[in-house]
Protein backbone atom coordinates (compact mmCIF):
# COMPACT_ATOMS: atom_id res chain seq x y z
CA UNK A 1 0.00 0.00 0.00
CA UNK A 2 1.14 3.32 -0.98
CA UNK A 3 1.67 5.80 1.35
CA UNK A 4 -0.25 9.10 1.26
CA UNK A 5 0.80 12.05 -0.41
CA UNK A 6 2.40 15.05 1.71
CA UNK A 7 -0.50 17.58 1.65
CA UNK A 8 2.26 20.06 1.21
CA UNK A 9 3.04 19.29 -2.12
CA UNK A 10 -0.53 20.16 -2.89
CA UNK A 11 0.70 23.82 -2.05
CA UNK A 12 1.49 25.00 -4.82
CA UNK A 13 -1.46 24.09 -6.95
CA UNK A 14 -3.56 25.62 -3.94
CA UNK A 15 -1.83 28.97 -4.42
CA UNK A 16 -2.49 29.23 -7.84
CA UNK A 17 -6.57 28.48 -7.57
CA UNK A 18 -6.38 30.92 -4.86
CA UNK A 19 -4.35 32.86 -7.68
CA UNK A 20 -6.36 32.59 -10.25
CA UNK A 21 -9.89 33.21 -8.12
CA UNK A 22 -8.33 36.74 -6.92
CA UNK A 23 -7.51 37.31 -10.65
CA UNK A 24 -10.79 36.67 -12.49
CA UNK A 25 -12.80 38.15 -9.13
CA UNK A 26 -10.87 41.31 -10.04
CA UNK A 27 -11.95 40.93 -13.68
CA UNK A 28 -15.64 41.27 -12.26
CA UNK A 29 -14.98 45.16 -11.24
CA UNK A 30 -15.01 47.90 -13.60
CA UNK A 31 -10.99 48.14 -13.73
CA UNK A 32 -9.81 51.79 -12.07
CA UNK A 33 -8.08 54.21 -15.02
CA UNK A 34 -6.32 56.86 -13.27
CA UNK A 35 -6.35 60.51 -14.39
CA UNK A 36 -2.66 61.40 -16.55
CA UNK A 37 -2.03 63.60 -19.40
CA UNK A 38 -2.16 62.83 -23.03
CA UNK A 39 1.03 61.85 -24.70
CA UNK A 40 0.14 64.28 -27.84
CA UNK A 41 0.96 67.56 -24.46
CA UNK A 42 4.30 65.73 -23.99
CA UNK A 43 7.16 69.06 -24.27
CA UNK A 44 8.45 69.75 -27.76
CA UNK A 45 11.53 71.10 -25.91
CA UNK A 46 13.62 69.45 -23.31
CA UNK A 47 16.45 72.18 -22.41
CA UNK A 48 18.53 72.49 -25.95
CA UNK A 49 16.26 69.16 -27.55
CA UNK A 50 13.73 70.50 -29.88
CA UNK A 51 10.53 68.73 -31.91
CA UNK A 52 8.91 69.91 -34.79
CA UNK A 53 5.97 68.15 -35.97
CA UNK A 54 4.69 64.79 -34.24
CA UNK A 55 5.13 61.77 -36.95
CA UNK A 56 2.28 60.44 -37.53
CA UNK A 57 1.56 56.19 -37.73
CA UNK A 58 0.44 54.49 -40.34
CA UNK A 59 -2.94 52.76 -40.30
CA UNK A 60 -1.27 49.13 -40.65
CA UNK A 61 1.12 50.10 -37.75
CA UNK A 62 -1.90 51.58 -35.04
CA UNK A 63 -3.37 48.07 -36.24
CA UNK A 64 -0.71 46.34 -34.97
CA UNK A 65 -0.26 48.29 -32.08
CA UNK A 66 -3.81 47.96 -31.23
CA UNK A 67 -5.87 50.33 -28.65
CA UNK A 68 -3.33 52.88 -26.94
CA UNK A 69 -1.87 56.43 -26.90
CA UNK A 70 1.20 56.54 -28.61
CA UNK A 71 3.82 59.10 -29.55
CA UNK A 72 6.74 58.99 -32.30
CA UNK A 73 8.48 62.45 -32.44
CA UNK A 74 12.16 63.27 -33.38
CA UNK A 75 14.02 65.58 -30.98
CA UNK A 76 16.88 67.52 -32.42
CA UNK A 77 20.01 69.78 -30.97
CA UNK A 78 21.80 72.00 -32.82
CA UNK A 79 24.94 70.64 -35.26
CA UNK A 80 23.80 66.97 -33.63
CA UNK A 81 21.35 64.07 -35.80
CA UNK A 82 18.04 63.40 -34.47
CA UNK A 83 16.91 61.85 -31.95
CA UNK A 84 13.94 59.74 -31.89
CA UNK A 85 11.38 59.27 -29.02
CA UNK A 86 8.89 56.35 -29.20
CA UNK A 87 6.16 56.34 -26.54
CA UNK A 88 3.00 53.54 -26.02
CA UNK A 89 0.79 53.80 -23.19
CA UNK A 90 -2.03 51.38 -22.64
CA UNK A 91 -4.92 52.46 -19.99
CA UNK A 92 -5.46 49.00 -20.15
CA UNK A 93 -4.22 45.26 -21.13
CA UNK A 94 -6.48 42.83 -20.96
CA UNK A 95 -8.60 43.05 -24.04
CA UNK A 96 -5.60 41.50 -25.85
CA UNK A 97 -4.11 45.25 -26.32
CA UNK A 98 -0.82 44.66 -25.33
CA UNK A 99 2.68 46.36 -25.12
CA UNK A 100 5.18 45.13 -28.21
CA UNK A 101 9.01 44.82 -27.71
CA UNK A 102 11.03 46.75 -30.12
CA UNK A 103 12.69 43.54 -30.23
CA UNK A 104 9.90 41.71 -32.08
CA UNK A 105 9.34 45.12 -34.01
CA UNK A 106 12.39 46.47 -35.64
CA UNK A 107 13.55 43.31 -36.79
CA UNK A 108 10.34 43.19 -38.42
CA UNK A 109 11.04 46.67 -40.42
CA UNK A 110 14.56 45.15 -41.76
CA UNK A 111 16.97 46.16 -38.72
CA UNK A 112 19.01 42.83 -37.37
CA UNK A 113 20.06 42.97 -33.61
CA UNK A 114 23.71 43.54 -33.21
CA UNK A 115 24.28 43.93 -29.48
CA UNK A 116 21.43 42.86 -26.58
CA UNK A 117 22.32 44.04 -22.69
CA UNK A 118 21.57 46.11 -19.97
CA UNK A 119 22.36 49.82 -18.77
CA UNK A 120 21.79 51.34 -15.28
CA UNK A 121 20.95 55.51 -15.62
CA UNK A 122 21.17 57.71 -12.62
CA UNK A 123 18.13 59.87 -12.69
CA UNK A 124 18.13 63.49 -11.07
CA UNK A 125 16.23 62.28 -7.84
CA UNK A 126 19.26 59.97 -7.12
CA UNK A 127 17.67 56.61 -7.77
CA UNK A 128 18.70 54.36 -10.94
CA UNK A 129 16.66 52.39 -13.41
CA UNK A 130 17.87 49.39 -15.63
CA UNK A 131 16.95 49.63 -19.27
CA UNK A 132 17.50 47.68 -22.29
CA UNK A 133 20.53 49.01 -24.45
CA UNK A 134 20.00 47.48 -28.06
CA UNK A 135 22.21 47.94 -31.08
CA UNK A 136 20.56 47.64 -34.45
CA UNK A 137 21.74 47.26 -37.90
CA UNK A 138 19.94 47.81 -41.27
CA UNK A 139 23.14 47.66 -44.13
CA UNK A 140 25.36 50.27 -43.19
CA UNK A 141 23.05 51.77 -40.95
CA UNK A 142 23.68 51.17 -37.30
CA UNK A 143 21.01 52.60 -34.16
CA UNK A 144 21.41 52.59 -31.03
CA UNK A 145 18.32 51.93 -29.44
CA UNK A 146 16.94 52.34 -25.34
CA UNK A 147 13.92 50.90 -23.70
CA UNK A 148 12.08 50.00 -20.99
CA UNK A 149 8.60 49.24 -19.58
CA UNK A 150 6.86 51.36 -16.44
CA UNK A 151 3.98 51.47 -14.59
CA UNK A 152 2.65 52.66 -11.51
CA UNK A 153 6.18 54.33 -10.60
CA UNK A 154 8.25 51.16 -11.31
CA UNK A 155 10.92 50.55 -14.11
CA UNK A 156 12.23 47.24 -15.47
CA UNK A 157 13.90 46.53 -18.72
CA UNK A 158 12.88 42.71 -18.47
CA UNK A 159 9.54 41.61 -20.29
CA UNK A 160 9.24 38.94 -18.10
CA UNK A 161 9.13 41.13 -14.57
CA UNK A 162 6.81 43.95 -16.75
CA UNK A 163 4.47 40.51 -17.43
CA UNK A 164 4.52 39.05 -13.49
CA UNK A 165 4.48 43.17 -12.40
CA UNK A 166 1.21 43.47 -14.71
CA UNK A 167 -0.66 40.46 -13.33
CA UNK A 168 0.17 41.19 -9.35
CA UNK A 169 -0.99 44.69 -10.06
CA UNK A 170 -4.03 43.34 -11.54
CA UNK A 171 -4.51 41.62 -8.26
CA UNK A 172 -3.84 44.34 -6.06
CA UNK A 173 -4.84 46.98 -7.59
CA UNK A 174 -7.05 46.29 -10.47
CA UNK A 175 -5.30 47.64 -12.97
CA UNK A 176 -3.32 47.03 -15.92
CA UNK A 177 -2.09 50.06 -17.16
CA UNK A 178 1.85 50.54 -18.84
CA UNK A 179 3.46 52.05 -21.43
CA UNK A 180 7.11 51.22 -22.91
CA UNK A 181 9.68 54.39 -23.42
CA UNK A 182 12.04 53.59 -26.26
CA UNK A 183 14.90 56.47 -27.03
CA UNK A 184 16.65 55.56 -30.42
CA UNK A 185 19.63 57.23 -31.81
CA UNK A 186 21.65 56.57 -35.21
CA UNK A 187 24.99 56.22 -35.62
CA UNK A 188 28.22 55.82 -37.52
CA UNK A 189 31.77 54.12 -36.44
CA UNK A 190 32.60 52.50 -33.35
CA UNK A 191 33.58 55.82 -31.97
CA UNK A 192 30.07 57.18 -32.68
CA UNK A 193 28.33 54.38 -30.68
CA UNK A 194 29.87 55.81 -27.49
CA UNK A 195 28.58 59.21 -28.23
CA UNK A 196 25.22 58.01 -29.30
CA UNK A 197 24.78 56.12 -25.81
CA UNK A 198 26.11 59.29 -23.85
CA UNK A 199 23.53 61.36 -25.90
CA UNK A 200 20.70 58.85 -25.39
CA UNK A 201 21.00 58.63 -21.10
CA UNK A 202 21.47 62.76 -21.15
CA UNK A 203 18.07 62.81 -23.04
CA UNK A 204 16.57 60.13 -20.80
CA UNK A 205 17.52 61.44 -17.66
CA UNK A 206 15.55 64.61 -19.49
CA UNK A 207 12.49 63.03 -19.86
CA UNK A 208 12.30 60.55 -16.65
CA UNK A 209 11.33 63.28 -14.35
CA UNK A 210 7.93 64.49 -16.57
CA UNK A 211 6.95 60.44 -17.56
CA UNK A 212 5.18 60.40 -14.51
CA UNK A 213 2.69 63.18 -15.60
CA UNK A 214 1.83 60.61 -18.64
CA UNK A 215 2.48 57.28 -17.39
CA UNK A 216 0.34 57.17 -14.15
CA UNK A 217 1.94 55.96 -10.61
Known amino acids: MKSPIPWRHFLP ?3 LVFLT ?3 LQA ?3 AEIVTP ?3 LSLFPTTLGAWTAKADIPLSPEELSILGHGDFLLRDYERPEESPLNLF ?3 YSSQRSGDTIHSPRNCLPGSGWATLKLGRLQ ?3 PN ?3 MMVNR ?3 GNGSDRMLVLYWYQAHGRVTGSEYWAKIFLVEDAIRMNRTDGALVRVAIPFGTVEDEARAEKRAVEFTKGIAPLLDSYIPQ
Do not use: D, E, F, W
Open 13 to 15: ALL
Open 21 to 23: ALA
Open 27 to 29: RNY
Open 36 to 38: RRA
Open 87 to 89: LAY
Open 121 to 123: IQR
Open 126 to 128: GTA
Open 134 to 136: YVV
